[in-house]
């Protein structure tokens, strides 16, 4: 995996070991992309539990077994990036699981709000790090992380500062949505790219712009 290419940089020759790169690129893409379908309220669903499943499995135990496959790999950002999103899935996917009890904890709507803000501003702050990390690495890879760090943060807005104006609050949301539609179309292309690069013989290949 050269430098520039990827998610990150491989330091270790292990060439029995797949990468998983694509794996958890294309997860992440799958299930950001529901959840921001869900945001703008595509088709007039408004209610997200039909992404608890995907965010456990798909964004969640699939992208967390890519980033523990990039240990071995010698790839420590892609490690710390897969895993790190794919716990991120799986407990965002635990609060609007109804056993879990934490929806449930929380009696006042506005309380509620403001901690799923604190919760999103948590995660904004944990993806301006990979940012910072990656701005000099690839174009794709950067743009994708700053539309998703764009999105976190107009999210984050929409449950906290703007909690006790609905409206308002929704049309935030919507905005979000579309940033998180565009940022995990670009995380598919990602992952695509990283699956036409492992082929012998690509129909094509999709360029990512070594910076």
């Given at each position: 995996?050269?430098?520039?290419?990827?998610?990150?940089?491989?330091?270790?020759?292990?060439?029995?070991?797949?990468?998983?790169?694509?794996?958890?690129?294309?997860?992440?893409?799958?299930?950001?992309?529901?959840?921001?379908?869900?945001?703008?309220?595509?088709?007039?669903?408004?209610?997200?539990?039909?992404?608890?499943?995907?965010?456990?499995?798909?964004?969640?135990?699939?992208?967390?077994?890519?980033?523990?496959?990039?240990?071995?790999?010698?790839?420590?950002?892609?490690?710390?990036?897969?895993?790190?999103?794919?716990?991120?899935w799986m407990s965002y996917a635990t609060i609007f699981i109804p056993a879990s009890g934490i929806l449930a904890a929380y009696e006042d709507p506005l309380e509620l709000s403001h901690a799923l803000?604190?919760?999103?501003?948590?995660?904004?702050?944990?993806?301006?790090?990979?940012?910072?990390?990656?701005?000099?690495?690839?174009?794709?890879?950067?743009?994708?992380?700053?539309?998703?760090?764009?999105?976190?943060?107009?999210?984050?807005?929409?449950?906290?500062?703007?909690?006790?104006?609905?409206?308002?609050?929704?049309?935030?949301?919507?905005?979000?949505?579309?940033?998180?539609?565009?940022?995990?179309?670009?995380?598919?292309?990602?992952?695509?790219?990283?699956?036409?690069?492992?082929?012998?013989?690509?129909?094509?290949?999709?360029?990512?712009?070594?910076?």
């Open positions: 995996m050269s430098h520039g290419h990827s998610f990150g940089r491989t330091t270790s020759g292990n060439g029995r070991i797949a990468s998983p790169g694509p794996a958890g690129a294309i997860s992440f893409a799958a299930t950001a992309l529901l959840l921001s379908l869900f945001n703008v309220q595509a088709g007039g669903v408004e209610h997200p539990e039909v992404l608890v499943s995907m965010a456990v499995f798909t964004g969640g135990l699939s992208q967390f077994m890519a980033g523990m496959w990039e240990y071995p790999r010698g790839n420590v950002f892609n490690a710390t990036l897969f895993s790190l999103y794919g716990s991120f803000g604190l919760y999103l501003i948590t995660w904004t702050i944990v993806t301006a790090f990979f940012l910072f990390v990656v701005i000099r690495r690839n174009l794709a890879l950067t743009v994708m992380l700053s539309t998703i760090f764009i999105t976190l943060v107009i999210l984050s807005t929409s449950q906290y500062s703007l909690a006790g104006m609905p409206i308002l609050s929704l049309r935030v949301q919507k905005a979000g949505g579309v940033f998180g539609i565009i940022g995990a179309l670009l995380c598919f292309y990602i992952g695509v790219s990283e699956l036409l690069e492992a082929e012998l013989r690509p129909i094509v290949r999709l360029p990512l712009g070594v910076l």
